[in-house]
């Protein structure tokens, strides 16, 4: 078996080979780590790697295989983490200068269940600075570049994550959504990417916090790659005040159902949004897909109003709550742009942090009514394909030119802010050869639908087999 057909391999397959002593985990991890040391150059996706402790547990994984041991679900895949979660002896930077040499002693859950899963973590994966962007650049490791086009952005602020998975640099990811970061990073390059309900996957200990907005989950090629490592990563955690009671939700055993009677809400544009033509067609022809596999679907009609500013002062808060304490000491070697985001949060009144909370809840007192009509709701993930890596924002969409920095990416912070399951899955690609991503909205806990939903629409419109132009190890 080639190097690329390992690198390539769904994490499903993987396990499977492994259990059958088809395929060793010593092959599994060399052949990552030689698709890394090509590829890595190029796209900047992993700032640390563990190839000596990878191979280690390869070895010691083969050698339980061997001995007919009880194998966890995960045993010997490799897994990479983003750099904003603990790992215990392994560098965690959050992109920053302030933490450049920081070496956590404890992991984060998260990680915690995958190791005891069998997982093999092989490296961290690059995030702009306490991932405060929806690109992923900083001034530690430089910018993640799109595996499709090199002078394209990643996206933010999982974009290691998932540029590392489209190259065949790892099935399995862990990235984190405060506003979009799992889901922007899978519509720039092609990756099916799941922010889970909030408190679906326990998170901390670590930085940063961001209470109330951000989630723990997947980044993988499949949707079945996606629903094994829910099945490791979910579940109640006391640690965490906000994980949701155990559902012993066995996700993979729920995949390969049809949308017979499945209600899909579609909006274009949540009433408020603009969108690339190119972004806007490939995703309205989505919609078809549905429709053959039995699903019924309808425009949604709705009448929102963008909750841009509410998600700023939320955000700017949290964040600032963070990263303040750092500034007089730090400020110089901090993202200027960040140490103004801060500034920003520092200044926010108790009364309008009040306001912003109460507009929160009036927002889902709107949303919450559509998921009694609807089981899903469909949307662009983003208003615009992957951008030019030497920008920070885009300042004209669909020909409307001074548009505001982050109006690209209108359609992910709302379901932060209502702590909904989204998950954004590639639907085509431009003529540039550009990923567009489709994003699915599951109503308030029912994470089991947004994957069962994907999945029917993987089967039928699949991606996982189209694979960027990089030289690689073929």
Known sequence: MSTSEIAYMP???????????????????????????????????YCTLLPEDARKQAKEAEALVMKG??????????????????????????GSRIYEDFVPDVDNIVVERLKTAGAIVIGKTNTPEFGFM?????????????????????????????????????????????????????SFCGAFGLKPSYGRVPRGPGLPDWQTLSHTGPITRTVADAALMMNVIAGRDD??????????????S???????????????????????????????????????LGAEVEDANLELEN????????????????????????????????????????????????????????????????????????????SLPAFDVAAYQVTEIAGVKGTPALDWMPFTKPFNLTGQPAASVPCGWTEEGLPVGLQIVGRRFADDTVLRVAAAFEQAAPWAERRPPLSGVE
Request: glycine share 10%; no cysteine; proline share 6%.
């Open 69 to 94: 041991e009880t194998l966890g679900p995960l045993h010997g895949v490799p897994v990479s983490v983003k750099d904003l979660i603990f790992t215990k002896g392994i560098r965690t930077t959050f």
């Open 134 to 186: 929806g690109v992923t650049d900083n001034d530690l490791f430089g910018p993640t570049r799109n595996p499709w086009n090199l002078e394209r952005h990643a996206g933010g602020s999982s974009g290691g994550a998932a540029a590392a998975v489209v190259a065949g640099m790892g099935p399995l990811a862990v990235g984190t959504d405060g506003g979009g970061s799992i889901r922007i990073p899978s």
């Open 307 to 382: 909750q841009g500013r509410t998600f700023s002062i939320i955000w700017g808060v949290t964040i600032a709550s963070e990263v303040a304490d750092k500034l007089e000491e730090w400020r110089d070697k901090i993202n200027p742009r960040l140490v103004e985001m801060v500034e920003r949060g520092m200044n926010v009144k108790a009364v309008d942090y009040a306001y912003a909370a109460q507009a929160r809840k009036q927002f889902w007192s709107k949303i919450q009514p559509l998921f009694e009509r609807y089981d899903i709701l469909l949307t662009p993930t983003l």
């Open 239 to 252: 640690r965490d005040i906000n994980s949701l009671p155990e559902t012993n939700m066995e996700y993979l």
């Open 254 to 292: 729920l995949l390969g159902r049809d949308l017979r009677g499945v209600r899909v809400g579609w909006s274009p544009d949540l009433s408020y949004a603009l969108v690339d033509p190119e972004v806007l067609a490939l995703t309205t022809t989505a919609l078809g897909v549905f429709e053959s």
């Open 11 to 45: 994490a499903l397959e993987m396990t499977a080979a492994i259990r059958e002593k088809k395929l060793s985990p010593v092959e599994v991890v060399d052949a990552i780590l030689t698709r890394i040391d090509e590829l890595n150059p190029k796209i900047n996706a």
